[in-house]
């Protein structure tokens, strides 16, 4: 085995479980698992820039997982996503808004800076009340880029790309496909050939209770 192998084996079985003792008082261990934490030394990283910003200065102290002291989600418990993309909330300017509704990242899924994800909008009638709030839904191996906004009951399929800046206001449950502009539209297939295997897909509200733990 090289060198660089053995070193990882040895952190994996050895450095990796006392670094998660250690942190076990301060975050949930089920998120502290996974290839940041098991293969690399990034995550227990993100583990002690929160315990400064998280546990001492209180920034998102409500949250039970490792975030970047720049993000703001409303209610971690309406969140679902995989431990293994913890690396979606280390970034910077992200606003996961789901304190009525929520928000499923299927695995795999990457969230680029500054991108808003809105289950409740403000009611325009009356500013100081929001109106129902409906679940957002990305799909596995979605990429959400840069300055984009998904807005309330949305469901993207699996292997859709949201292109910069664009604001989705309506669903492409089908995925594999390019989205851009405001509003939102598809400008590229990204479907492969298809097989006699494939089955019918299933609705938002089926990928939330499929999703959650």
């Given at each position: 085995?090289?060198?660089?192998?053995?070193?990882?084996?040895?952190?994996?079985?050895?450095?990796?479980?006392?670094?998660?003792?250690?942190?076990?008082?301060?975050?949930?261990?089920?998120?502290?698992?996974?290839?940041?934490?098991?293969?690399?030394?990034?995550?227990?990283?993100?583990?002690?820039?929160?315990?400064?910003?998280?546990?001492?200065?209180?920034?998102?102290?409500?949250?039970?997982?490792?975030?970047?002291?720049?993000?703001?989600?409303?209610?971690?418990?309406?969140?679902?996503?995989?431990?293994?993309?913890?690396?979606?909330?280390?970034?910077?300017?992200?606003y996961f808004q789901n304190f009525a509704a929520t928000i499923v990242l299927g695995r795999g899924t990457y969230v680029a800076p500054n991108v808003g994800i809105i289950t409740a909008n403000h009611d325009p009638v009356n500013l100081a009340r929001h109106l129902p709030a409906a679940d957002v839904v990305l799909?596995?191996?979605?990429?959400?880029?840069?300055?984009?906004?998904?807005?309330?009951?949305?469901?993207?399929?699996?292997?859709?790309?949201?292109?910069?800046?664009?604001?989705?206001?309506?669903?492409?449950?089908?995925?594999?496909?390019?989205?851009?502009?405001?509003?939102?539209?598809?400008?590229?297939?990204?479907?492969?050939?298809?097989?006699?295997?494939?089955?019918?897909?299933?609705?938002?509200?089926?990928?939330?209770?499929?999703?959650?733990?």
């Open positions: 085995m090289r060198p660089a192998g053995v070193m990882k084996r040895i952190f994996r079985l050895a450095v990796a479980p006392v670094l998660r003792v250690l942190s076990r008082p301060f975050f949930q261990p089920r998120y502290l698992r996974g290839p940041y934490f098991d293969e690399s030394l990034l995550g227990w990283v993100w583990v002690w820039r929160s315990l400064w910003t998280q546990k001492v200065l209180r920034i998102n102290a409500h949250i039970p997982w490792p975030v970047s002291p720049s993000i703001a989600i409303s209610n971690p418990q309406n969140i679902v996503f995989s431990p293994e993309d913890l690396n979606n909330f280390q970034t910077f300017g992200c799909g596995e191996n979605c990429w959400i880029g840069m300055n984009a906004m998904i807005l309330p009951g949305v469901h993207l399929g699996p292997h859709t790309v949201v292109g910069a800046g664009a604001v989705v206001t309506r669903s492409f449950p089908q995925g594999w496909c390019v989205v851009v502009g405001n509003p939102a539209r598809s400008i590229r297939d990204l479907r492969p050939a298809p097989s006699s295997d494939d089955g019918p897909g299933s609705g938002p509200h089926d990928a939330v209770q499929a999703a959650r733990p």
